[in-house]
């Protein structure tokens, strides 16, 4: 039982490049999240899913798209980064009734020059 | 935007010390977590706190929930250097269990 994994682990990115950042859960969870994290900010939520085809936008959603094809994965993409997106970026998991108790993923540290 | 205001935003002390971390916000929750976060990892959690004044123990940590359900604290009896590491407060609201994190306590423990 992995719990959440992130893909990759570390990404250096140039301005306007894209990429994708991939999450999966082998929890059976509903509900899946994309937070970035930043020194003094805490986690900030920029989109999350309640099932499988669904997707919606949390609080700092600008720049990201984000899919959830198959239940088990969240992908998160940046399609023209920029350096305000250099961050450290966590996915989350859990079921629909547990009252946020989220499972977090390893994180993915991004840098944009 | 709901806020929830975390203080100290650091702490360092000696093995042995007691301290108190404190998580405030003006809205109210519908439930409460705490989660530590080691350096290079993912938060974990520790504890969910739903009801106002609920207090719940795990092993030396204490946490409470205010009456009101808007804000909680955590308590650690004689610290341990094992007790670094980052504590984060997290508010649910009831749509999609969605949290509001805290701005986080970097909490150092030395012998």
């Known amino acids: 039982n992995a719990g959440v994994t992130q893909t990759p682990k570390f990404r250096v990115l140039k301005t306007g490049q894209s990429m994708t950042l991939l999450c999966a859960q082998d929890?059976?969870?509903?509900?899946m999240y994309w937070y970035r994290q930043d020194p003094g900010m805490g986690l900030r939520l920029i989109h999350y899913?309640?099932?499988?085809?669904?997707?919606a936008k949390g609080e700092v959603p600008d720049g990201y798209n984000v899919s959830r094809l198959k239940k088990q994965n969240f992908l998160l993409g940046l399609e023209s980064a920029a350096p305000s997106q250099t961050s450290v970026y966590f996915c989350?998991?859990?079921?629909?009734?547990?009252?946020?108790?989220?499972?977090f993923g390893p994180g993915t540290r991004l840098t944009v020059t | 935007t709901q806020l929830l205001e975390q203080s100290p935003q650091f702490l360092s002390i000696q093995e042995g010390e007691n301290l108190t971390v404190y998580c405030n916000s003006s809205?109210?929750?519908?439930?409460l977590q705490w989660y530590r976060q080691e350096p290079g990892e993912g938060p974990v959690l520790l504890v969910t706190?739903?009801?106002?004044?609920e207090v719940k123990k795990l092993k030396r940590l204490t946490f409470q929930f205010g009456d009101a359900r808007k804000d909680s604290s955590l308590h650690i009896t004689a610290a341990q250097p094992g007790d670094t590491g980052l504590y984060l407060c997290?508010?649910?609201?009831?749509?999609?269990?969605?949290?509001?994190f805290g701005t986080g306590t970097r909490l150092q423990v030395t012998l």
């Open positions: 809205s109210v929750f519908s439930s």
């Open positions: 989350a998991s859990t079921y629909y009734d547990r009252l946020g108790e989220q499972y």
């Open positions: 899913s309640v099932g499988e085809g669904t997707t």
């Open positions: 706190v739903v009801t106002g004044g």
């Open positions: 929890m059976n969870h509903e509900y």
């Open positions: 997290a508010g649910a609201t009831g749509t999609a269990s969605k949290l509001t």
